[in-house]
């Protein structure tokens, strides 16, 4: 989610990516080199990507944040399109002297990977760079006016007067930020490319509730002057200043807030306001823009590392909705529900019995019980994984300014050092969209051993160079994530057949994604058709239904990635359990595929091929 977040203050995703059979490897080199050469040649790469990763964090004070580092602590990114061209310029140089300094054919298959990767991750910004003003900058999706804040929030870490002191600079840095990412808004609503009018609502909701309250008016603190205000207060009862320096450091948050702040957020206001009419109330896709089908096109194939089409994609889906409705007639029958699989929806998705209270013992008994669920299966990871996280894990229910009723549970890293654990976020502001069936998997989807798993894993690993640690490819990690739901049930979870009932829900859904995904893009459909076959084809609650399709509307292919990471970890898991009969072992799979940190699978299967390879000659 991190990755997620970085991709969404501007226009192009800032996440390695790459696409199958893009960016061919060198060719192979006619000298066997000897152990020696291949040793030499891998240290000398590795260090040159060490260098190359320190030149790259120079370019994001906010990743470096989120590493839990203190360097430019006081700084935020470039978020103009110069910015994004100097990266891209910066980009294009080192793989020109990677591919000029160093032999492909003098490394070792852990070696080939990173360089490939690295190569990945220039073609994804050269491919990109077409379509970086067809992708909405301001959404209601964790747009950049909810992300900033949340940012100085929850990763800016105050532990003596100076970061305090930077706190206070980038709430005008983020101010900037904002300022440069609403002329990039300007600019491609110039050009024609607008959300949709509920997405102008959600950035207007969210952007007011941050500029309400003291020290702007109205009744409650405002939530950064909240967050500054008990980060001082820590310091003094820390002993870290005194009352005095206290009252001056707060007056300095309030004048950067009136003075910076605010200003930056009512232009952002009075614009979408402004322009809310010219957009479009009834919402479809992305195909009716300026290079709609070739912008979706790239998307689909940045989301999921392959080359398939729209269409591909498409009846993959209707094709996995049928197979998952087969087996959840299995359920249905087995809990003894008279009628149709309709009416058994309709049961699961109104039936009180399937809710907590829309109260706040409702809500802490949600997160409960989502702990409860996480700390089991936390007891069975080393039945199936060699490799564990170091990092903990916690619970928490979403900021109330970024809250949305229905919205996606997320999950956002610690730090690689173990100093900030990863959090699961929920939002529980309307209960009824948080049905009881689905608490159990969701958990499993973005904890363990799901994302939090995969994640720190990554960060954690030392064999790889760092940049590596941090690659996001939408393909791997989300797959594996829905791969872990079912994993889960292999480790003994949803003993309840609702909960079970629950895990079909979600995997429906994510085969129901590539459905509406490529039907709103590239089938034209509107909102409502979407919405309606949803309803169709799953039980998930009319609030979260709705939420989800306007995610697709506005974040076009990602959704796709979910199932088809998935079936890409289970045929590549059933190949090596018929190549290797009794020499399979579960935990060497999931080491092996959580082991080189995210990959596109095209180098996912290589990587699998090589392991298969390995065991059979060992």
């Known amino acids: 989610?991190?990755?997620?977040?970085?991709?969404?203050?501007?226009?192009?995703?800032?996440?390695?990516?790459?696409?199958?059979?893009?960016?061919?490897?060198?060719?192979?080199?006619?000298?066997?080199?000897?152990?020696?050469?291949?040793?030499?040649?891998?240290?000398?790469?590795?260090?040159?990507?060490?260098?190359?990763?320190?030149?790259?964090?120079?370019?994001?004070?906010?990743?470096?944040?989120?590493?839990?580092q203190k360097i430019d602590y006081d700084k935020i990114d470039d978020l103009s399109e110069a910015g994004e061209d100097e990266q891209l310029e910066w980009r294009r140089k080192t793989v020109a002297d990677l591919k000029k300094n160093f032999d492909y054919g003098k490394l070792t298959p852990e070696a080939k990977t990173s360089y490939d990767i690295w190569v990945y991750e220039l073609d994804r910004a050269e491919k990109g760079l077409p379509f970086r003003r067809r992708q909405y900058v301001f959404t209601q999706m964790q747009g950049p006016q909810a992300f900033l804040p949340q940012?100085?929030?929850?990763?800016?870490?105050?532990?003596?007067?100076?970061?305090?002191?930077?706190?206070?600079?980038?709430?005008?840095?983020?101010?900037?930020?904002l300022d440069q990412l609403l002329e990039r808004a300007k600019v491609e609503a110039g050009e024609g490319v607008r959300p949709p009018q509920f997405a102008y609502d959600g950035v207007l909701k969210q952007a007011r509730?941050?500029?309400?309250?003291?020290?702007?008016?109205?009744?409650?603190?405002?939530?950064?002057?909240?967050?500054?205000?008990?980060?001082?207060?820590?310091?003094?009862?820390?002993?870290?200043?005194?009352?005095?320096?206290?009252?001056?450091?707060?007056?300095?948050?309030?004048?950067?807030?009136?003075?910076?702040?605010?200003?930056?957020?009512?232009?952002?206001?009075?614009w979408f306001e402004e322009d809310r009419p010219n957009a479009d109330e009834i919402a479809t896709?992305?195909?009716?823009?300026?290079?709609?089908?070739?912008?979706?096109?790239?998307?689909?194939?940045?989301?999921?590392?392959?080359?398939?089409?729209?269409?591909?994609?498409?009846?993959?889906?209707?094709?996995?909705?049928?197979?998952?409705?087969?087996?959840?007639?299995?359920?249905?029958?087995?809990?003894?529900f008279e009628g149709s699989l309709q009416d058994f929806f309709k049961f699961v998705r109104e039936d009180k019995q399937f809710y907590y209270p829309n109260t706040d013992e409702g809500r802490e008994a949600y997160l409960e019980a989502a702990r409860a669920h996480l700390d089991d299966i936390k007891g069975k990871l080393p039945d199936y994984f060699g490799i564990l996280p170091k990092a903990d894990l916690v619970v928490k229910r979403v900021e109330a300014f970024r809250e949305q009723p229905g919205a996606a549970q997320h999950y956002f890293p610690g730090t690689p050092d173990g100093s900030r654990p990863g959090v699961y976020y929920a939002h529980l502001i309307d209960m009824?969209?948080?049905?009881?069936?689905?608490?159990?998997?969701?958990?499993?989807?973005?904890?363990?051993?799901?994302?939090?798993?995969?994640?720190?894993?990554?960060?954690?690993?030392?064999?790889?160079?760092?940049?590596?640690?941090?690659?996001?490819?939408?393909?791997?990690?989300?797959?594996?994530?829905?791969?872990?739901?079912?994993?889960?049930?292999?480790?003994?979870?949803?003993?309840?057949?609702?909960?079970?009932?629950?895990?079909?829900?979600?995997?429906?859904?994510?085969?129901?994604r590539l459905v509406i995904d490529t039907g709103v893009h590239s089938k034209g459909w509107t909102e409502e058709e979407a919405v309606k076959y949803f309803m169709d084809n799953s039980p998930a609650a009319e609030g979260q239904i709705r939420s989800e399709v306007q995610r697709y509307i506005v974040w076009p292919g990602q959704a796709t990635?979910?199932?088809?990471?998935?079936?890409?970890?289970?045929?590549?898991?059933?190949?090596?359990?018929?190549?290797?009969?009794?020499?399979?072992?579960?935990?060497?799979?999931?080491?092996?595929?959580?082991?080189?940190?995210?990959?596109?699978?095209?180098?996912?299967?290589?990587?699998?091929?090589?392991?298969?390879?390995?065991?059979?000659?060992?």
């Open 285 to 336: 896709g992305v195909g009716k823009l300026p290079q709609g089908e070739a912008f979706y096109k790239y998307a689909l194939s940045f989301a999921t590392t392959t080359q398939m089409t729209p269409d591909e994609v498409h009846e993959l889906g209707l094709s996995e909705v049928a197979r998952i409705k087969g087996e959840m007639e299995a359920i249905k029958e087995k809990v003894g």
């Open 561 to 618: 990635s979910y199932k088809i990471g998935m079936l890409k970890i289970l045929e590549l898991r059933e190949k090596a359990k018929a190549a290797l009969g009794d020499k399979f072992d579960i935990r060497a799979f999931h080491d092996t595929v959580l082991g080189g940190g995210a990959l596109p699978l095209d180098i996912l299967e290589r990587r699998v091929d090589e392991w298969i390879e390995a065991t059979k000659n060992s």
């Open 209 to 270: 509730a941050l500029v309400t309250g003291a020290p702007f008016g109205g009744e409650g603190d405002a939530p950064l002057w909240a967050d500054a205000k008990g980060k001082i207060a820590k310091l003094v009862e820390d002993g870290k200043i005194d009352q005095a320096r206290a009252d001056a450091l707060t007056g300095e948050v309030e004048t950067a807030l009136k003075e910076k702040f605010k200003p930056s957020y009512d232009a952002l206001i009075a």
């Open 151 to 177: 940012f100085l929030i929850n990763f800016h870490k105050v532990d003596d007067e100076s970061d305090m002191e930077a706190y206070i600079t980038r709430i005008g840095g983020i101010s900037h930020g």
């Open 1 to 68: 989610m991190r990755k997620l977040m970085i991709a969404l203050l501007c226009a192009s995703a800032l996440t390695a990516c790459g696409q199958q059979g893009d960016v061919k490897a060198p060719a192979a080199q006619t000298v066997v080199a000897t152990p020696e050469e291949i040793a030499a040649e891998t240290d000398r790469l590795n260090k040159w990507f060490a260098d190359r990763w320190e030149e790259q964090l120079e370019f994001s004070p906010i990743q470096r944040t989120f590493l839990g």
């Open 432 to 512: 009824t969209a948080m049905p009881i069936p689905q608490l159990e998997v969701v958990a499993y989807h973005e904890g363990i051993p799901g994302h939090h798993m995969q994640i720190s894993i990554a960060q954690e690993l030392t064999g790889v160079p760092e940049f590596r640690t941090q690659a996001g490819f939408n393909a791997y990690s989300e797959g594996w994530a829905l791969y872990s739901e079912l994993l889960a049930k292999e480790m003994g979870a949803y003993q309840d057949p609702y909960s079970d009932f629950g895990r079909l829900t979600t995997e429906i859904w994510r085969a129901i």
